[in-house]
């Protein structure tokens, strides 16, 4: 089992940073993930790190403005938001995928969620 306990969520201008923190306890995972989603529409990859080798991926819309991290001795995983749009609106969720299942980019391919924590960008 995993569990996942995520913070750093909240309301932030446009232009502005925010960073997510997403902490693990149990089984070691392949890989980690955040996805979001917005009120009516479907969940979206955000970014993925390989928990191993620390090999990183991301959606188009935020490369180059987010950065996906982690501490192997804190058994966390960081997002760091910058610049910061308002169509960043959404609750982030953190993602655990422990059977190593590809792609990560597919939010499918998780077995393991955290609660979620909304993330609002004012213009």
């Known amino acids: 089992q995993v569990q996942l306990v995520e913070s750093g969520g909240g309301l932030v201008q446009a232009g502005g940073s925010l960073r997510l923190s997403c902490a693990t306890s149990g089984r070691t995972p392949f890989a980690m993930g955040w996805f979001r989603q917005a009120p009516g529409k479907e969940r979206e990859f955000v970014a993925a790190i390989s928990w191993r080798d620390g090999f990183t991926d991301y959606a188009d819309s935020v490369k180059g403005r987010f950065t996906i991290s982690r501490d192997n001795a804190k058994n966390t995983v960081y997002l760091q938001m910058n610049s910061l749009k308002p169509e960043d609106t959404a609750v982030y969720l953190c993602?655990?995928?422990?059977?190593?299942?590809?792609?990560?980019?597919?939010?499918?391919?998780?077995?393991?969620w955290g609660q979620g924590t909304q993330v609002t960008v004012s213009s």
């Open positions: 993602a655990a995928n422990t059977r190593g299942y590809r792609p990560y980019s597919d939010y499918k391919t998780y077995d393991y």
